[in-house]
């Protein structure tokens, strides 16, 4: 490392340890909590028959939108975001926190997170100015499996392998979670007994739902590939509906939902105790 190098990682860790940058990033987190509390609220809606409205991101943006003081909340989300990404961004540049944070993959992982949430800050703007949103995940998910198909060589199997790539993805997830491997992320120290056992129970759920979801709609991408049929894929809202299509009925997605709503509130934790 260069002399010049160390001072320009020298100069990000302080920024990113800077009280303004913290806050910026918790609220995040905070922001990542309300968007996965109204989904969950939605499904919970759609479940008894009330839901008009998308269980997905853009249906969250539509409901705080009509809210009071709805345009404020959501530049604030907006805000929350845009702290999210630089946070990954730093992490990709600097390195998670952690004995294996400088290590490539997850400096990749962060990299790639870091572009995800620029485009959720980017279209929560959109939607806020009116310039369009989010859109719905079902359309993107049918366009993004339509096109890679018919534009790509090989593009069916291209979808297949996305779609097992999100089932692995939601499993591993799903197994980090009931193994608590989240723990290692917080400032348990921090925490009273009590406190924590809370946290260790909203973190196991939250985030085991949350990988059932992501892999179920692997589960239709990779359907979609076999089958050579684009509207085969779904999105988010897409995905919850069809656990309640089941023969358990809307019980199913009840629980989902019920796991999403907690997710939410893992957040909240996160945006308290997340070391950054």
Same mark, same amino acid.
């Given at each position: 490392?260069?002399?010049? +190098?160390?001072?320009?990682?020298? #100069?990000?860790?302080?920024?990113?340890?800077?009280?303004?940058?913290?806050?910026?990033?918790?609220?995040?987190?905070?922001? @990542?909590?309300?968007?996965? !509390?109204?989904?969950?609220?939605? #499904?919970?809606?759609? =479940?008894?028959?009330?839901?008009?409205?998308?269980? $997905?991101?853009?249906?969250?943006?539509?409901?705080?939108?009509?809210?009071?003081?709805?345009?404020?909340?959501?530049? !604030?989300? *907006? =805000?929350?975001?845009?702290?999210?990404?630089?946070?990954?961004?730093?992490?990709? !540049?600097?390195?998670? +926190?952690?004995? $294996?944070?400088?290590?490539?993959?997850? @400096?990749? /992982?962060?990299? *790639? @997170?870091?572009?995800?949430?620029?485009?959720?800050? /980017?279209?929560?703007? /959109?939607?806020?100015?009116?310039?369009?949103?989010?859109?719905?995940?079902?359309?993107?998910?049918?366009?993004?499996? /339509?096109?890679?198909?018919?534009?790509?060589?090989?593009?069916?199997?291209?979808?297949?392998?996305?779609?097992?790539?999100?089932?692995?993805?939601?499993?591993?997830?799903?197994?980090?979670?009931?193994? @608590?491997?989240?723990?290692?992320?917080?400032?348990?120290?921090?925490?009273?007994?009590?406190?924590?056992?809370?946290?260790?129970?909203?973190?196991?759920?939250?985030?085991?739902?949350? =990988?059932?979801?992501?892999?179920?709609? &692997?589960?239709?991408?990779?359907?979609?590939?076999?089958?050579? $049929?684009?509207?085969?894929?779904? &999105?988010?809202?897409?995905? !919850?509906?069809?656990?309640?299509?089941?023969?358990? &009925?809307?019980?199913?997605?009840?629980?989902? *939902?019920?796991?999403?709503?907690?997710?939410?509130?893992? +957040?909240?934790?996160?945006?308290?105790?997340?070391?950054?």
């Amino acid at each position: 490392m260069t002399v010049q +190098s160390a001072h320009v990682q020298a #100069a990000g860790r302080r920024a990113s340890n800077s009280t303004p940058f913290q806050l910026l990033a918790r609220s995040g987190l905070a922001a @990542r909590g309300v968007i996965y !509390l109204l989904v969950g609220y939605l #499904a919970i809606k759609i =479940a008894f028959g009330k839901g008009g409205q998308q269980a $997905d991101r853009q249906g969250a943006l539509q409901t705080v939108a009509k809210t009071s003081g709805g345009t404020v909340i959501l530049w !604030l989300l *907006a =805000a929350g975001f845009a702290g999210l990404a630089l946070w990954r961004f730093s992490e990709a !540049l600097l390195g998670q +926190s952690g004995p $294996d944070g400088h290590k490539v993959g997850k @400096r990749l /992982a962060s990299l *790639a @997170r870091g572009v995800f949430y620029t485009a959720v800050c /980017a279209t929560t703007v /959109a939607f806020n100015v009116g310039a369009g949103g989010p859109g719905s995940s079902d359309k993107k998910s049918k366009d993004f499996t /339509a096109k890679a198909m018919h534009d790509l060589p090989a593009g069916r199997w291209l979808v297949l392998l996305v779609g097992i790539g999100f089932v692995a993805g939601g499993i591993g997830i799903a197994v980090g979670a009931l193994r @608590r491997n989240f723990e290692k992320q917080l400032k348990t120290e921090q925490m009273s007994v009590r406190v924590r056992r809370v946290v260790e129970a909203l973190g196991m759920v939250g985030r085991s739902t949350r =990988a059932l979801v992501f892999a179920a709609a &692997g589960v239709f991408l990779g359907y979609a590939g076999v089958t050579y $049929d684009p509207g085969k894929a779904r &999105g988010v809202d897409g995905t !919850l509906r069809e656990f309640a299509s089941t023969a358990v &009925g809307p019980w199913l997605l009840v629980l989902v *939902a019920f796991g999403l709503v907690v997710f939410g509130l893992y +957040s909240f934790c996160e945006a308290r105790w997340r070391r950054l």
